[in-house]
């Protein structure tokens, strides 16, 4: 038995469910026979990755004052100053 079943999710244009145990997902398919703990009707809901917000400064990056600071505080400068800390 799975931890959450959900049904039916839209995925990459197709409905599938979406069997999850443990945090992981196990199963992608269409009709998983299977119950889980907890079933979430999903009505064709959409499933996408979390949303997670990544980026770096890379004008900052390795530059805090070593070997020198980024005066301009621009990505340029900042990538220029990167390659001479190497």
Excluded: C
């Excluded at 703990?37 to 400064?57: L, R």
């Excluded at 004008?59 to 220029?80: C, M, R, V, Y």
């Amino acid at each position: 038995m799975y931890d959450l079943v959900l049904r039916p999710v839209l995925l990459s244009n197709k409905t599938v469910d979406i069997a999850i145990a443990q945090g992981i997902i196990q199963k992608i398919e269409e009709g998983i026979p299977e119950e889980g703990k907890e079933e979430f009707g999903a009505a064709g809901m959409m499933a996408s990755p979390p949303y997670i917000e990544s980026h770096v400064h890379l004008d900052t990056t390795l530059t805090a004052g070593e070997p020198k600071w980024n005066e301009s505080g621009t990505l340029f400068e900042g990538i220029q100053i990167f390659w001479t800390n190497r």
